[in-house]
């Protein structure tokens, strides 16, 4: 509905000057006619009275006229009027103008009161005709009078007689400056409130002009009155799917996600929204088929500040509700519409009311979050106070958010689960946090990319090898996610496996540089230059307190020593492992028991604000602060991590501490074997002496045989040098070395055999045996458990 209406009209237009039947006078120039043209008329049609605007209209002045019969002034007379003894009320006509031109008039007659004498009043039959219209239209538009709330307003009405006073007095400030400079507004958009409604808000949209006369006169100010608000509505439906398009979907955690859709809800659409989702959501699973309350609980609440019912706060569990049709249909994937009391009627449970209604609350608008064919939750807002109740359309607008916001929730549903499946394999595939060996203490702490939203193949390992030596591991995998932690387990699974094999680290990293080649091969089509790493392979030996280091593209290691002092270790790093081809070199160096190695991947080293030269010297200034002998490894790599990266870090970020020790001298034994067969009698005398003196003799008989089948086989296949070699621990090493490089084999011997059951004897005495080889030399070994006295 609009209305329109003139304020401070002075008259209604009035013509003056001759125009011609187009408008215009003599030359084409336009006349300024805003009065009536007169004459007065005897009782036999001659003319007895002619005013000024007459003469301006036709040129002649009183005396030319004044007694000629009128016809004489009339052009082309018509049908209807030729012999007419009365001069008819109303017309249209063609007059002489004295330039020889004729003038299109239109004329209306009534007689003189007391007299038989008629006056005449005549204009340009244009200026009536757009007289006319404008009255026409303006009639028009006045006539669409019920805007205001729907009442009549009746001609004289002024604004502060429909509108609140403040809107009366702002509205009419706002027309009488149009009226004084004469600039027009158009479509502005006031909120106000009506007389007899001072507490709701309405929108109108306000046009206004100053209407002018031929003179350029202000003649009053025309307004139009349009009520808005089912255009700012829809606006405003418009701007909310927008911003709920723009908002809601950003995030791929599902809490994060029914949060912002609860805050784009608030308060372009109610004064409260809540958003509850069933419990198994949260976990990335799928909600039960038939969802209701007692299913759910509350993932996001708007605004987060508002005081809700019962002190609801978010995760808390939503109560079951009683059967009611509208449930149902909310079950069936409806969108429902409750008024306060429609709302206490259907819970019925004043407690529940209580918990669940809002203050001031008079509507509520519920929608099912369905998505997939899945029903995740539900989405509730909330009206309260003065606001409008909800409307069918708002409905239908509900049901679109819901729709949309479902889709956003389901894909961080989904992405949690993967995520959980990714993360519960990645952590599955690495080893215990914390390892404890005769050689070192190692603790470990990793943070995965973007806070723990993301994983990658970064890993790292402390594998225990034969005599009492362990291996210390770093790498990073190309890539992310789940083909990442995958590729991950697969090179640390070759890793421990050729780690038994006892290689140096130099051959250890080729061999997995061909792995990676491989694994590259058999990738799909497209994804070959995706396939790669970076490693560092490290092994200690306790009993020589030495470590050998190899580097395939991975940062170096970082050194911290008894004394406090810290350095990163110059080593000689090889290509990645995606490239294959290339030689890697092995690096030792001594360590001092207590000595502390750091391995860490780019991740926690290479960030957004420093490169890797940088982020290493940070990690070897933190650990040369934090690396106390009375500190824990563990305590020490979990705040090094946090204070080294982002919150959010782009990479996974790794960190590995191992705190070295030393097998003591005393727990050692060494013997050099002379390339003689007598030697093997003189061994088991030098092991019986040196068990007895560790007070190892129950052991006497096993290792006796041990070492006498060792030291046999080294004299008999192998070649000088060779010597043989007893640690003590928690397990009895015995070692024999030569300087062959033949592999030894276990094999069963035959009945008539006479040899081949040496290693046979070897393996079933000891807990374990193996061989390493290392450059021009082979060592084979035992180990046997030392149990401890009870």
Known sequence: MNTANVENTDSTGVAQGATNASGTGPGGSRYAFDRLAAAVLDDRGAVVGWTGTAEDLTGFRAEEVCGRPVQELVADLPDDLRGAKEMPESGRVRLWHQCGNTIDVTFRATKVEGSAEVLVLVSPTHHVAAHEQGATLLHALSAQNRIFGGRPVAPGTRLCDVLGAEDAESLEAVLRQVLEIGVPVVRRNPQVSWRHDPARQHALSLSAFRPEDARRRAAGVAALYIDSADDLRARRHLDLAREVAEQVGGSLDVVRTAQDLADVLVPAFGDLAAVDLAHSVFDGEEPSKQLGGGDMDNAALAPTTAVWPADIKRGDSVPPLPDHPLLRSFRHGDTVVFGRDDFIAMVSDPQLVEYLVPKDAHSVMVAPLHARGLTLGAISAWRCGRSDPFTEDEADLMRQIASRGALAIDNARRYTREHRAAVVLQQRLLPPATTDSPAAETASAYLPAGGGAEISGDWYDAIA?????????????????????????????????????????????????????????????????????????????????????????????????????????????????????????????????????????????????????????????????????????????????????????????????????????????????????????????????????????????????????????????????????????????????????????????????????????VAQLGQRWGCRHGQNRKTIWSEQLIECPR
């Open 465 to 761: 090898l034969p005599s009492l030596r362990l291996a210390l591991v770093a790498g990073d995998v190309v890539g992310h996610g789940m083909p990442a932690s995958a590729t991950m387990g697969r090179l640390r699974a070759a890793i421990q496996t050729l780690a038994d094999l006892e290689l140096e680290p130099d051959e250890l990293l080729t061999r997995i540089a061909d792995l990676v080649q491989r694994l590259a091969a058999e990738a799909p089509l497209g994804d070959h230059d995706i396939i790669g790493g970076t490693c560092l392979y490290a092994v200690y030996d306790p009993v020589t307190q030495r470590c050998a280091i190899a580097s395939a593209g991975h940062p170096p290691p970082v050194l911290v020593r008894p004394d406090g002092t810290a350095e990163v270790v110059a080593i000689s790093p090889g290509p990645p492992l995606a490239v294959c081809g290339m030689p890697y070199e092995t690096t030792v160096i001594d360590l001092e028991p207590g000595s502390v190695l750091a391995l860490c991947t780019d991740g926690l080293v290479e960030q957004r604000d420093r490169d890797i030269d940088q982020g290493l010297q940070r990690l070897t200034d933190a650990l040369a602060a934090s690396c106390r002998p009375d500190r824990a490894l563990d305590e020490t790599a979990r705040v090094l991590l946090a204070d080294l990266t982002d919150q959010a870090p782009r990479d996974d970020a790794t960190l590995l501490l191992a705190r070295t020790r030393a097998i003591p001298a005393e727990n050692t034994a060494h013997w050099e074997i002379p390339a003689d067969p007598a030697a093997v009698s003189k061994a088991r005398e030098w092991t019986t002496h040196q068990l007895t003196t560790w007070g190892l003799e129950d052991l006497l008989f096993t290792t006796e045989l041990i070492v006498s089948e060792l030291v046999t086989n080294a004299i008999r296949y192998g070649r000088a040098p060779m010597d043989l070699r007893l640690i003590r621990h928690d397990v009895l090493v015995c070692e024999v070395t030569d300087s062959s490089g033949t592999q030894p084999r276990l094999r069963r011997a035959h009945t008539t055999d006479e040899g081949g059951r040496g290693l046979f004897l």
